[in-house]
């Protein structure tokens, strides 16, 4: 809506400004209801002056006020109109125009209205402000009510953390009494138990109540502890100005003052609390300290005593105790003392009086650790059978309680804190077994040590925790009224509704939480700091270095005897067995498998040295290819004889060894040859088999995802290695073995030659037969090829033979065309001779070229022969156009075709 400008008004004659007293509205009110009736106001007249002169400025007054009404209706009218059509324009101006009638139902006289509803407002204004006063009192007494109320009620809650507080201090202090009590009646001597035989019995349930106060005492300081932290943080925030104390309101940054009192007074019971804290965790940690010496002592005494209900009874109420004093322990974070009272007074013992140099090397040598795993395994024994029933008892409490949190921290863990933590401690802390254990210097025993800790640790968990099959009822305990409790412990009938206010496992331990006891042991720092302590990269040097010696040894043996020298240095036995196997033939070859499977056997590998030993068996393979491909490429055993030409002979070496040399034998090249190829196909499938079944022998090959990842890994890492294979297998058979048979093969081929001078005026009868030299062109070949068909690569195949035949074709086919081009140039220069008849029949006698091209064509048809022995049948393809693909035969069949026609001729003389 676009603003109205209003112009001002006349400038007028200054008016004196009207009295908004009430004795003026009357008066008002009245002229301007004249004015609004189109008629002026006149003043009444005095009744002591009637004069026309009194009157005149009354009525110049009137009528300026109505020309100055006048003036600003019309205006009014016209800023009214010129408001209405911008209004009307607009559709918040249109609905603003509905407004305008309503107005009109207005009285008139506003003033009149509000002059009569004045006394009403302050009416109602007073009546409000009273309401108001009375809803404040109301208020104050209401919140001083809640105040008194909330101070009550806190008052109730201190008198019970006080009451509490008392109780607890009387709990602890009333076992405080009862252990000076039984160290007073133990005497000075200290081998009496704490408790009188003859008062055992009778206190046996006091014992138990006693214990379960302090369990109750804990809980009380657990509570009470807590509510002093939430005190000392309110009174913190106080202090440091963050919060302040409020009356009246409770708001974020406020504290009431009733909650101020109260953490004043918890305040002031801190000290207290904080002792109570300190004594209930000593009386407990004495208290399981008791207890578990008790236990020690009556397993020293076991022998002796044959009261065995008594017993049952004393194991019963000492793992009810137990349990109190463990869930006490972690109900104030003192799980850590629990472990060390167990470690100090439970195992610990047992390790002193077992963990000697004599034990460990009981049934061997000095220094050999014979006796290592018998002696482990007699501590685990002797821990299972004194405390087993303690430690299924605190897995059953803490375990279940671990696992429903999702967390893999226990409160009190006594597997691994209470015997792994001892056990590794015990090991590590004597120089003397440490040395021996850890750093041997002999890599058979250090492997043994490793073994036997590792299968240790792996079991010590299941046979801690797993119960015996004996855990079931008795026929005999039944009789005499005993029924199973906590642990596998019998304990009389008539006290089963006893026991039942108490923690007991209704199952047995499940595999899932041996699992998790045994990953609790892998992951605790001390594992890792145990686990250290072996010296396992001087233990792969030692086994690297054995089998290094072991094949170098071999490498020298082939270098001066040969392939055939037997370097297998295990029995003979063995050695058949590997070749019939495997395939292996070259006793080098079964050395080389027989090292390689050595470093994977149960007394060498190490599953922390995978890596580094799966890391030499690649080094080792490629130190013996590195051999072969350096023997393929000798060609004179003066190669290997020692160089001095450069001055820096090897003082080393003997001077003058000579040394095998194999490059140019092709049956020692293609024999080479088949043991790489068996040696590839091993490492890829035997080879991977053997390296799985060390690292991962529990477990088969497709039953996990990660052994089926582990076996993709080990698969392709092995075939990598075994890539450097292959292009040896070419070089040997496509190179090496091809040239020594072009070599040998084209050797015979001089003799082409010979045949023109065989007929050249000689007389002699066209030929029938072929050369004698053609034979000898493939017979080494052929003869290889019988040999070594069953040892040829696969991927090696035939080629090798066909680019024989095709080098030794093309230089049969140079070796003929040079023979037919001298022939041609003979028969021309004869040409102007006297053509001589046959005498014989009149037939025409073939000439001394006819017959040299008779017994070429002879020669090509037995080297065909030959070929097609070597390679098949042709067949008349695309391919090789019955020719084997070889240009060369195909050239010479062309070059020979001539001397078919010449055959019969041939033959007819031959009979003439």
Request: hydrophobic fraction near 35%; glycine fraction near 6%; charge should be negative.
């Amino acid at each position: 809506m676009s603003s109205i400008s209003v112009e001002p008004p006349p400038p007028s004659s200054p008016k004196t400004p009207i009295s908004s007293s009430p004795n003026n509205n009357g008066k008002k009110n009245a002229n301007v209801e004249k004015i609004n009736n189109g008629t002026s106001a006149t003043p009444a007249k005095s009744s002591s002056s009637s004069s026309s002169s009194s009157t005149t400025p009354g009525i110049q007054s009137t009528l300026a006020l109505e020309s100055r009404f006048k003036f600003l209706r019309d205006r009014s009218n016209e800023l009214s109109h010129s408001l209405t059509a911008k209004l009307a324009s607009s559709e918040s101006g249109q609905n603003l125009l509905h407004i305008g009638p309503s107005l009109s139902t207005i009285p008139p006289d506003i003033q009149h209205l509000e002059s009569n509803l004045e006394p009403l407002l302050k009416d109602v204004e007073s009546f409000t402000f009273q309401n108001t006063e009375e809803l404040n009192r109301i208020k104050g007494i209401s919140e001083s009510i809640e105040k008194e109320y909330v101070r009550a009620r806190n008052g109730r809650v201190c008198a019970a953390l006080y009451e509490d507080l008392i109780a607890g201090e009387s709990d602890v202090k009333r076992e405080g009494v009862w252990q000076k009590k039984k160290k007073r009646k133990k005497g000075v001597g200290g081998d009496e138990d704490y408790a009188e035989e003859g008062e055992e019995e009778e206190d046996s349930y006091d014992d138990v109540e006693r214990v379960a106060s302090l369990e109750r005492a804990a809980y009380t300081t657990l509570y009470l502890l807590q509510e002093l932290e939430k005190s000392t943080h309110q009174l913190s925030l106080i202090t440091s100005g963050e919060q302040k104390i409020n009356n009246t309101n409770n708001s974020n940054a406020t504290i009431a003052q009733e909650e101020f009192e109260k953490s004043q007074f918890l305040t002031k019971l801190a000290p207290r609390i904080r002792r109570l804290e300190s004594d209930t965790t000593k009386c407990l940690i004495d208290r399981l300290d008791a207890i578990f010496s008790q236990i020690m002592k009556h397993e020293q005494q076991s022998s002796s005593d044959n009261s065995n209900n008594s017993t049952s009874l004393e194991e019963r109420d000492s793992l009810l105790s137990i349990g109190h004093c463990l869930r006490g322990l972690a109900l104030l974070s003192k799980g850590k003392e629990a472990e060390s009272v167990f470690a100090r007074v439970a195992v610990m013992p047992i390790l002193r009086s077992k963990i000697t140099i004599g034990k460990l090397d009981e049934g061997g040598s000095r220094g050999e650790c014979a006796g290592l795993f018998t002696l482990l395994d007699d501590i685990t024994c002797s821990i299972e059978s004194r405390f087993g029933n303690v430690l299924r008892l605190s897995e059953s409490i803490f375990g279940t309680a671990c696992s429903n949190n999702g967390s893999n921290a226990m409160e009190v863990d006594l597997v691994t804190a209470g015997v792994w933590i001892p056990i590794a401690t015990a090991l590590m802390a004597d120089p003397s077994v440490r040395m021996q254990l850890f750093s041997p210097g002999i890599a058979s025993i250090l492997q043994a040590n490793y073994m036997a800790l590792d299968v240790f640790l792996s079991e010590l968990p299941e046979r801690l925790l797993k119960e015996d099959s004996k855990a079931s009822k008795d026929p005999e305990d039944a009789k005499n009224g005993m029924v199973e409790g906590s642990g596998g412990v019998v304990i009389p009938e008539a006290s089963v509704h006893i026991s039942d206010l108490y923690f007991t496992s209704t199952k047995r331990i499940s595999q899932e939480a041996i699992e998790a006891a045994k990953s609790r042991i892998y992951v605790h720092p001390m594992t890792s700091q145990f686990s250290k302590k072996w010296n396992l990269p001087i233990y792969y040097q030692l086994r690297f270095a054995d089998s290094c010696t072991r094949l170098n040894k071999a490498i020298e043996t082939v270098q001066t005897q040969g392939w055939d020298a037997n370097v297998f240095t295990g029995t003979s036995k063995e050695g058949k067995q590997l070749m019939e196997d495997f395939g292996f033939e070259v006793p080098f070859f079964v050395e080389l498998y027989d090292t390689l499977m050595g470093l994977w056997k149960p007394d060498v590998i190490l599953k922390p040295l995978t890596h580094r030993f799966l890391r030499g068996a690649v080094q080792l393979l490629g130190r013996v290819l590195e051999f072969v491909k350096n023997g393929m490429n000798e060609t004179d055993a003066k190669d290997h004889t020692t160089n001095t030409s450069n001055g820096h002979a090897n003082s080393t070496a003997p001077q003058h060894a000579k040394t095998f040399s194999w490059g140019r034998n092709p049956q020692h090249v293609a024999t080479i040859a088949w043991e790489l190829t068996v040696l590839e196909n091993t490492l890829t499938q035997d080879y991977l088999t053997k390296i799985l079944g060390a690292i991962a022998p529990e477990q088969p090959r497709s039953s996990s995802s990660t052994t089926q990842e582990l076996t993709t890994l080990l698969s392709e890492y092995l075939e990598d290695a075994s890539m450097e294979i292959a292009p040896l297998l070419s070089t040997a058979w496509n190179d090496i073995i091809s040239n020594i048979f072009i070599a040998k093969c084209t050797t015979p081929l001089q003799a082409v030659k010979g045949v023109a001078a065989t007929y050249r005026m000689t007389n002699r009868p066209p030929p029938t037969l072929p050369s004698p030299f053609v034979s000898t062109i493939t017979r080494p070949l052929i003869e290889f090829d019988k040999e070594f068909a069953s040892r040829t690569p696969p991927q090696v195949g035939d080629e090798w033979k066909r680019n024989i035949i095709s080098v030794v074709s093309d230089s049969y086919r140079i070796a003929v065309e040079e023979l037919l081009d001298t022939v041609r140039r003979t028969e021309v220069a004869l040409k102007n001779r006297k053509a001589r008849k046959s005498t014989a029949g009149g037939g025409k006698k073939l000439s001394d070229g006819d017959k040299v091209k008779l017994q070429l064509r002879l020669d090509y048809n037995e080297f065909f022969n030959g070929v097609t022995t070597l390679l098949g049948e042709a067949d008349s393809d695309d391919n090789n156009d019955g020719f084997f693909g070889v240009e060369g035969l195909k050239i010479l069949e062309e070059l020979t075709r001539e001397a078919e026609a010449l055959q019969s001729t041939g033959s007819a003389a031959k009979t003439g």
